[in-house]
């Protein structure tokens, strides 16, 4: 990754001080991370996301008096670790117990339907549930999970096909 990061830089001086920077830093920042995160390998994403970061804003970065490096740098890692959580809060799954609103007529398909949904892949179980329970467009929905809104539109229809698979073994569905 280090490597990548210097390919990015422009000139050598540009790369020196980075690795200054990295050299410096790159301890305190995973220290931090894992800090707020509680998981050592969710850190490592964390400070990784940070240099890239720190690479893109480069022109502001460099001009930073080395004083004021270090506090940058750790408001920087702290977050993109917040907003890791953050990105896992809304991944999060609908409790068990959650009762969705059934429709005036057909509750039973319905019910059948949202148990189907809970039965796929978490990838795409999260999007149908948010598409096909909670109605809501492509675009909330790749918002709120911190996606592209075609990944989105991708398992939205993959997640059909698996419920129209599932469908049809239960006799459901005649093709």
Same mark, same amino acid.
């Not at 490597?3 to 830093?25: I, N, Q």
């Not at 999007?127 to 109605?135: A, Q, S, T």
């Given at each position: 990754?280090?490597?990548?990061?210097?390919?990015?830089?422009?000139?050598?001086?540009?790369?020196?001080?980075?690795?200054?920077?990295?050299?410096?830093?790159?301890?305190?920042?995973?220290?931090?991370?894992?800090?707020?995160?509680?998981?050592?390998?969710?850190?490592?994403? =964390? $400070?990784?996301? *940070?240099?890239?970061?720190?690479? @893109? &804003?480069?022109? #502001?970065?460099?001009? /930073? !008096?080395?004083?004021?490096?270090?506090?940058?740098?750790?408001? =920087? $890692?702290?977050? *993109?670790?917040?907003?890791?959580? @953050? &990105?896992?809060? #809304?991944?999060?799954? /609908? !409790?068990?117990?959650?009762?969705?609103?059934?429709?005036?007529?057909?509750?039973?398909?319905?019910?059948?339907?949202?148990?189907?949904?809970?039965?796929?892949?978490?990838?795409?179980?999260?999007?149908?549930?948010?598409?096909?329970?909670?109605?809501?467009?492509?675009?909330?929905?790749?918002?709120?999970?911190?996606?592209?809104?075609?990944?989105?539109?991708?398992?939205?229809?993959?997640?059909?096909?698996?419920?129209?698979?599932?469908?049809?073994?239960?006799?459901?569905?005649?093709?």
């Amino acid at each position: 990754m280090l490597s990548t990061l210097l390919a990015m830089l422009e000139t050598e001086e540009d790369r020196e001080r980075f690795l200054k920077l990295h050299g410096a830093y790159e301890k305190k920042l995973y220290a931090v991370a894992a800090r707020v995160l509680g998981d050592r390998t969710a850190a490592e994403d =964390a $400070v990784q996301q *940070t240099w890239l970061q720190i690479i @893109r &804003r480069w022109d #502001r970065v460099s001009q /930073l !008096p080395w004083s004021e490096t270090e506090g940058y740098l750790v408001t =920087a $890692v702290k977050n *993109t670790a917040v907003d890791m959580l @953050r &990105r896992e809060r #809304r991944e999060e799954a /609908l !409790p068990e117990d959650w009762d969705p609103p059934a429709p005036e007529t057909g509750e039973g398909a319905y019910r059948y339907l949202v148990d189907l949904i809970r039965a796929l892949p978490e990838g795409y179980r999260r999007v149908l549930e948010l598409k096909c329970v909670e109605e809501e467009s492509n675009r909330e929905i790749a918002r709120r999970l911190g996606l592209k809104e075609s990944t989105v539109a991708t398992r939205v229809l993959r997640g059909r096909a698996m419920l129209a698979e599932a469908l049809e073994k239960e006799g459901y569905v005649h093709g």
